[in-house]
T-cell receptor
Framework: KNEVEQSPQNLTAQEGEFITINCSYS?????LHWLQQHPGGGIVSLFM???GKKKHGRLIATINIQEKHSSLHITASHPRDSAVYIC???????????FGKGTRLHILP | DTEVTQTPKHLVMGMTNKKSLKCEQH?????MYWYKQKAKKPPELMFV???????INESVPSRFSPECPNSSLLNLHLHALQPEDSALYLC?????????????FGSGTRLTVV
């Protein structure tokens, strides 16, 4: 079992839909990253969370430390949101991060 | 400056070539990382430098040789690579310590070994 699990692996939705991507982890973490990677591109950090909720534009990220679970929400989704979204756990024991396998999001116009 | 800059963006090299990848940041981050990412896979950690010293080497073959000449610069020297080493090579930086300041990733160098 991976230490960081994401779901779903693939998600196709219509433009305008509300999107939720989930991340569960089984390790002790100091923080959790949500990352975005467009096809063939580098990685952009969207959020770093250690508690609660953060919002940036149409993106919202939440984390529940007790339940070891985080979610990334996209409101009013748009085709340009199509990308791979990766959850990455920053371990509290060393300078390592463990990546989830990513969620491939495709927003149809 | 809040970016990690990687050069070149694309590199094609033969198996007998020697080349280098470069990574630069001016955010005062004292931890820098090299990751390798194959298509449709999450990044895999290769090396970590903390305060310009190699702190983690994830059993990477010696044909990859990292170098951190100063606190802003990280190089990855490549020699006698194999076609299976073709991948996206990502550099990242952070403050030293768990999650402090978060990670900033570069846009990567797409390497093709022919």
């Amino acid at each position: 079992k991976n230490e960081v699990e994401q779901s779903p692996q693939n998600l196709t939705a219509q433009e305008g839909e509300f999107i939720t991507i989930n991340c569960s982890y089984s390790v002790g973490i100091s923080a959790l990253h949500w990352l975005q990677q467009h096809p063939g591109g580098g990685i952009v950090s969207l959020f770093m969370l250690s508690s609660g909720k953060k919002k940036h534009g149409r993106l919202i990220a939440t984390i529940n430390i007790q339940e070891k679970h985080s979610s990334l929400h996209i409101t009013a989704s748009h085709p340009r949101d199509s990308a791979v979204y990766i959850c990455a756990a920053l371990l509290n024991r060393d300078d390592k991060i463990i990546f989830g396998k990513g969620t491939r999001l495709h927003i149809l116009p | 400056d809040t970016e990690v800059t990687q050069t070149p963006k694309h590199l094609v090299m033969g198996m007998t070539n020697k080349k280098s990848l470069k990574c630069e940041q001016h955010m005062g981050h004292r931890a820098m990382y090299w990751y390798k990412q194959k298509a449709k896979k999450p990044p895999e950690l290769m090396f970590v430098y903390s305060y310009e010293k190699l702190s983690i080497n994830e059993s990477v073959p010696s044909r990859f040789s990292p170098e951190c000449p100063n606190s802003s610069l990280l190089n990855l020297h490549l020699h006698a690579l194999q076609p299976e080493d073709s991948a996206l090579y990502l550099c990242a930086s952070s403050q030293v310590g768990q999650g402090v300041g978060g990670y900033t990733f570069g846009s990567g160098t797409r390497l093709t070994v022919v």
